[in-house]
Each structure stands twice: as C-alpha cells, then as structure tokens.
C-alpha cells in the first residue's frame, strides 16, 4: 500500500471562536474530538482559535485562554465555531455580528456551540432554519427570535448552520463537523475512542433504561446532577436504578458515574497542557485534592505523576 505523505491528508480550516463565560467542558470536548480525529491520519482539522479583540478569553470556571488571533485577522475560513455559555446576550458584540455575517455570505460553515446560538440568530443566519440551543436558554431564545425553530434535539443541522446545546452535544455536533468535511467514516472512528462510545458498545442498547441513565451522565461531567435526579429523569426509583447499575456493572450509580468523570479527566491529563486544578473543575470535582485524591484512588498513581508518565 502506498504510504501517504502529510502533505496527501485533506485539510480543513477552521476558525473557534471563544466568547467570554465559554464552558471550558464544551470547548475541552471540541478539541479533544478533533485531536483524535488526527490520529485517523486520513484528515486534519487545523484550528485557529479567535476572540473579538485577540485578547485571552475567560472560561465559566475563572480560567483564561490564550488566543492565537482576532476575528479581523480570519477571513477565508471553511467553518466558524462559536463557543459560548453564561450570560450570552451580554456578550452579543456588534463586531462578532458583522464578522458573522460576512463568513456566512463568503460560504463558511457557520456553527454555534451552547449558547454559541445566539450570536448566530442575532446576525440573521438562523431565520427560517431550525436550531437547538442549552435548554436553560430555550424559551428566552424562541421569544427573541421567532423567526427561527428552536428544538431540544442535542444538534441540529440545517444547511450550512449547525447548532448544539452543549456537553453531550457537543459529541453530536462534532461528529457531525467531521462527517461533512471527512465522511461518516472519521466520525465513527472518533465516536469509538470516546467515552461515549465505549458506553454505548457495553450497553448495546439493551437496557434502555441503563442507556439513558449514562447518557445522562455523559451529559453532565462538568456539573454532575444527583443521582436522585438521574433517577427521575429516567422515570424509575433511585433504588430501582442502582439495582439496575449492580447488576448490569456491578457497581452502584455514583460509583459508575465518578468513573466517567476520572475517566474524561485522565484523557485531558495526558493529552491536553490544561492545568490540574482546570482539569478538576472540568471533570466535575469542586477542588485540586478532591480530584487527586479520587484520581489516585482510580489509577493508584497521582495525575501529576500520570501526567510526566508514571515518573
């Protein structure tokens, strides 16, 4: 077989666009997913990550992310992805409105992350297509802009415009990302690589219940939600589901659910340069010790050290 040289990988451009208050869990799920995209060695998704001014941008967890450049400096782009959270309507800058309106009239995919929507149908890209938006947001949405159809589907794509409501879809909609620049074929790899998908392979779908219960989970690594509310959420009693938990997994709810979580944070440990205390506020754990100590507890080995290979 041949050997494909680097200079062989198709390559698409992409610009992530990071509005003040980002969800560093909706940002850390996009980056992560591309990266192991790469590792497919059939594309690459080069990013540049932009802010309205090129100033470093705060995250919803007081984090501050360097920014490689300002939206004036991008211009001819194939997709632009806005990454929002907290507070988004007082972030509605009119220069970010302009630039997206330009990028949408020059042909770019032009995608809107969590509340990330909203700066699309403030610029009019979104009228009469159908978007989905964090459902904390969802009615103020369909009453600011009526001419758009707000669903509380995990993504939606519509034309040249794609929408998620965050966390899990986050997932959706990068898949998604990936299968319209690379094909169905990278984006089923990734899905394999995830947690997600390991979820999904020992589920099989078989216990509708169970699978809606983690998908919940899933959904919820940054903020976890109670076990109690799991429960409700999947119409059972809480100790129905951990019945169900200790006989499909053999461990409680809770139990099952912290492993996601150190599970989602061991992969930002090795792969990414984010800080430990980041990575604990990321993964759900309200402190730097909390973490480590329920990290070591997992691994038998500090992140620090997990971090510098066992050294």
């Known amino acids: 077989m041949k050997n494909t040289s680097p200079l062989d990988i198709a390559k698409s451009h992409m610009a992530v666009v990071l509005v003040p ?23 690459r ?17 007081g984090g501050m992310q360097p920014i490689d450049t300002s939206i004036q400096d991008v211009n001819r782009i194939d997709a632009v992805i806005v990454c929002a959270s907290y507070n988004p309507l007082d972030h509605l800058d009119a220069r970010l409105i302009r630039w997206l309106r330009a990028r949408y009239r020059h042909g770019s995919l032009v995608c809107g992350l969590d509340t990330g929507t909203f700066m699309l149908a403030e610029a009019g890209i979104l009228k009469d297509k159908r978007a989905t ?57 990734v899905l394999d690589q995830t947690v997600r998908g390991r979820v999904e392979k020992q589920m099989e779908l078989r216990n509708p219940v169970l699978a809606r219960a983690t998908k919940v989970m899933a959904e919820n690594i940054e903020h976890p939600v109670s076990i109690d509310q799991i429960a409700h959420d999947v119409g059972i009693s809480t100790r129905q589901l951990s019945r169900e938990f200790h006989t499909e997994f053999g461990v409680s709810p809770i139990r099952y659910y912290t492993g996601l979580r150190l599970d989602f944070a061991d992969s930002l440990v090795k792969k990414t340069r984010f800080s430990l205390s980041e990575i604990a506020l990321a993964s759900g754990f309200g402190s730097l010790s909390w973490f480590s100590r329920s990290y070591k507890k997992r691994f038998s080995i ?8 066992g050294k």
């Open 45 to 61: 998704f080069e990013t540049v990550l932009c802010s309205v001014d090129g100033n470093p941008v705060s995250a919803s967890n």
């Open 133 to 189: 938006i964090h459902w904390d947001d969802l009615e103020i949405a369909r009453h600011r802009y009526p001419d758009v159809t707000f669903t509380s589907a995990l993504f939606e794509c519509d034309g040249r415009c794609i929408t998620s409501c965050g966390s899990l879809g986050t997932i959706e909609f990068t898949l998604e990302l990936m299968a319209f620049f690379a094909g169905r074929e990278i984006a089923d790899y």
């Open 21 to 43: 208050q980002f969800s560093q869990m909706v940002f850390t799920l996009l980056s992560e997913l591309l990266r192991i995209a790469e590792l497919s060695g059939k594309h």
């Open 302 to 309: 500090t992140p620090m050290s997990a971090r510098h290979g």
